[in-house]
């Protein structure tokens, strides 16, 4: 993989996980029943401390998959 979409890879992992907490994005605006709070601060799916956590364990887990990728190339040099 190159480092372009190794780039790629964290900042569609990071913008994805961050439309759970964003209040006006689409995905928290369907979930919200009540019409006078869709957009609204606080009526999100996930806090913002959940997607954080969210992303560590996201870019953990592509940190992992890159060591094996790596392992495997450098295994049949």
């Known amino acids: 993989m190159t480092q372009g979409q190794i780039r790629q890879m964290i900042s569609q992992i990071v913008n994805g996980n961050l439309r759970y907490c964003t209040p006006n994005d689409p995905i928290c605006m369907d979930r919200v029943a009540e019409e006078e709070n869709k957009g609204k601060e606080g009526f999100t799916i996930q806090s913002a401390e959940e997607v954080l956590n969210d992303i560590i364990?996201?870019?953990t887990s592509l940190e992992d998959e890159l060591r094996?990728?790596?392992?495997?190339?450098?295994a049949q040099l």
């Open 57 to 59: 364990c996201d870019l």
């Open 68 to 74: 094996i990728e790596s392992s495997f190339q450098s």
